[in-house]
């Protein structure tokens, strides 16, 4: 099995910056893809970015420019900075992963628990 755990999210004001980890542990051959997605109350869960394992990357429109996602293949660890930052932009955050448990095995998808980001106008 595959966990995640995410860190990094908290309350900020309006204009700061937080940092999200998401580190995976488990059984791991290889990890494709890793990202966040976002979920605000009565909102469905949308994609915010996304890093490939050689380094491509993927933004929603409304957060191009702002976030930057990023990751350390060597500690199965992806990253996510937020800067400049708005009310609209809170949200419970989930990382997830691409894991491919062994040479043999087909990946699965795997997802963190979340964490909140808060931020006050």
């Known amino acids: 099995q595959v966990q995640l755990v995410e860190s990094g999210g908290g309350l900020v004001q309006a204009g700061g910056s937080l940092r999200l980890s998401c580190a995976a542990s488990?059984?791991?051959?290889?990890?494709?893809?890793m990202g966040w997605f976002r979920q605000a109350p009565g909102n469905k869960r949308e994609l915010v970015a996304d890093?490939?394992?050689?380094?491509?990357?993927v933004y929603a429109d409304s957060v191009k420019g702002r976030f930057t996602i990023s990751r350390d293949n060597a500690k199965n660890t992806v990253y996510l900075q937020l800067d400049s930052l708005g009310p609209e932009d809170t949200a419970v955050y989930y990382c997830?992963?691409?894991?491919?448990?062994?040479?043999?095995?087909?990946?699965?998808?795997?997802w963190g628990r979340g964490t909140q980001v808060t931020v006050s106008s």
């Open positions: 997830y992963a691409n894991v491919v448990p062994s040479h043999t095995v087909r990946s699965s998808q795997f």
């Open positions: 488990g059984i791991i051959f290889k990890i494709n893809a």
């Open positions: 890093v490939t394992s050689d380094g491509s990357t």
